[in-house]
């Protein structure tokens, strides 16, 4: 008992002390952040672009049996097969990896390329 109140008393244990005591501050205030953080919210929320709300409401609810991989719906059910941002001048194919970084609210939709191109878009070099 004695070495431990000398340790304690000492500089080195003096500064382990402090680290102790950040560290578990540390801890609580981030736990007290997640806390606060998850009474706000009540659950998982999915929501769909307004062109697949139109799709689901003509099909239904879509079910997800355990054990299944979920399906996104695309626009290609639909019929679209190409899409384009309502502020820029390139249109793309639905599978096409260069029109990921636009945002789902500021796409335009089209049937076909003949129809983007007749809407004033012409096809992006990265989907050639």
């Not at 950040?22 to 007290?32: N, R, T, W």
């Not at 997640?34 to 409401?57: C, F, H, M, V, W």
């Not at 679209?80 to 001048?89: E, T, V």
């Amino acid at each position: 008992m004695e070495k431990i109140k000398h340790f304690w008393g000492s500089e080195e244990g003096k500064d382990i002390l402090v680290i102790i005591i950040i560290i578990l501050l540390g801890l609580a205030s981030f736990e007290l952040g997640r806390l606060s953080k998850s009474d706000r919210r009540g659950g998982i929320e999915i929501e769909y672009p307004e062109i697949l709300n139109e799709a689901k409401t003509e099909q239904g609810a879509n079910v997800i049996l355990a054990g299944e991989a979920p399906r996104v719906a695309t626009p290609t059910i639909l019929g679209k097969a190409f899409f384009a941002s309502n502020r820029g001048q390139k249109y793309y194919s639905v599978g096409c990896a260069g029109g990921k970084t636009i945002k789902q609210e500021n796409r335009i939709y089209f049937n076909s390329a003949a129809e983007a191109e007749s809407a004033g878009y012409e096809k992006s070099d990265s989907c050639k």
